[in-house]
Structures are given as structure tokens and as C-alpha cells.
């Protein structure tokens, strides 16, 4: 039999390539979707490198027929999906009085509608097998939102009742629903560059102030070995020194 087979949709440089070097450092099979697939090619060499397999893909996961057919593509040319997981961004601040219509829509296609399309998708092929794993990444905006954040905490919040309907609705048939929260600002050049705005250099920072991209990948790969008597739906992340 082939190896298991985890699929990444917003397979970016930080988070989701710290996901896909855990799945496939337990043997998994990982396919990489992002917008410009070509930037996972170093990733893809590096687990290759290691004895691992990966594959990255062009994929626009807020396109349903571009999802619909990279998944029946995986399906068909690799081997049944075990595990998914939907992470693409969309954090963006703007103040109410400037956010449009354009840049709303836009955030909730990202953070939103492409949790819907991926989660949707894998439940077609993983139900009729009675088992699997379909995780969302969420954030602090998933449970409260802040100043300038209307538009991405309205995307979240609305993942997080998806990833909750689709739970109840699918766990009784073998598939393990969660949504996991980063709370924490996560040690990337996006997160360093906004202290840098604020007057603060992020090299300075007191150890374990951002969130290492590796720990929140060990996270999901303990959350897909749960034992079935003790499924968790909802896992929320933060450095000790994070307030909340």
C-alpha cells in the first residue's frame, strides 16, 4: 500500500511548510497547494532531500473548480487523502471607515469561502472511507475581533462556524473536524516587519515571544494521531508570555 497522503491548501513559507515537513517526516505523502506553486519548489526539494515525497501545485483554493479538480487529480494520480488542511491567510488591518467592499470580499474569499471549498471537497472522498482529518487554521480573530480588523475577524469568526458545523456533522462518520487558534504573533518576516513598524526591533525580543512555525506543526500531527475515544475539535496555541 502507498504511503498516506496529507494535503496542504495554503501551503505558505512559515505555517503550512512547517505542517508539511511534519506529515512527511511521519511518512506521509504531502501535496503543497498554494497561488504560485513554484515557491514550494525548495520545499519540496528539501523533503525529497530527506527521503521524504511532495509535490507542489498552482492552486487558487477561493476557485471551486480549481479545488474540485486538484483534489480528484490526488485522488486519481497519488492515493486517498488522509488528511487536509486549509490555511490560507487574508490579515489585513484596515480602519472600518477604509475597508470597501472590494478589500472585504476579498478577505472573506481568502479566509473564509476557501475553508468552505477545501473542507467541503475532502469530505466527498474521505466519508465514504469512514475516516480522516480536515483542519482549519484560525487566529485570535476566530474569537474576538479588534481595531482595524472588521473584515478579518468577520472572515474568521465565520471559519470557525464552519469548522463547528461540519464537526457535529461529520464526526459520527469517522471524519475528525478541528480548528486550530493561533493566538500569537508566529516568528515570520510578515509578523517581524509589523514590530519593526511599530518602533520595536523583533531581534531583541525576550525568547518565545513568537511562535515557532515548527511547534504549531507538531501540534497538528498530534491532533491527526488523537485516539478516537478523545478527539479534540478545538485547539488554541500561544507562547507562555502571550496575553489573553
Not at 487558487?60 to 479545488?67: C, L, P, S
Not at 475577524?153 to 461529520?170: D, P, T, Y
Request: aromatic share 10%; with cysteine; hydrophobic share 40%.
Amino acid at each position: 500500500m502507498s504511503n498516506p497522503v496529507c494535503l496542504v491548501v495554503g501551503a505558505g513559507d512559515y505555517i503550512g511548510a512547517a505542517i508539511a515537513r511534519r506529515f512527511a517526516e511521519g511518512g506521509y505523502i504531502v501535496c503543497l497547494g498554494r497561488r504560485n506553486g513554484d515557491k514550494s519548489e525548495g520545499l519540496v526539494k528539501e523533503i525529497t532531500g530527506t527521503g521524504g515525497t511532495a509535490y507542489a501545485y498552482n492552486l487558487d483554493a477561493r476557485e471551486e473548480t480549481q479545488i474540485k479538480e486538484r483534489f480528484a487529480a490526488i485522488e486519481n494520480e497519488i492515493g486517498p487523502l488522509e488528511v487536509v488542511i486549509s490555511n490560507p491567510g487574508g490579515n489585513v488591518n484596515f480602519p472600518i471607515r477604509d475597508t470597501t467592499h472590494r478589500v472585504f470580499y476579498k478577505v472573506w474569499l481568502m479566509a473564509c469561502l476557501t475553508g468552505f471549498l477545501t473542507g467541503r471537497e475532502a469530505a466527498k472522498y474521505m466519508v465514504p472511507r469512514g475516516k480522516g482529518s480536515i483542519f482549519f487554521t484560525g487566529a485570535t480573530a476566530s474569537l474576538r475581533g479588534g481595531s482595524g480588523f472588521a473584515a478579518f475577524a468577520s472572515a474568521k469568526f465565520a471559519l470557525r462556524g464552519l469548522a463547528q458545523s461540519m464537526a457535529r456533522e461529520l464526526g459520527s462518520e469517522g471524519i475528525h473536524v478541528a480548528h486550530l487558534i493561533i493566538d500569537a504573533g508566529v516568528d515570520t518576516a510578515f509578523v517581524k516587519e509589523r514590530y519593526r513598524d511599530r518602533g520595536i526591533d523583533p531581534d531583541e525580543l525576550p525568547q518565545h515571544t513568537l511562535m515557532n512555525p515548527k511547534s504549531v506543526g507538531e501540534a497538528y500531527w498530534m491532533l491527526h494521531n488523537q485516539s478516537r475515544d478523545a478527539w479534540s475539535h478545538e485547539i488554541d496555541l500561544r507562547p507562555f508570555r502571550e496575553k489573553w
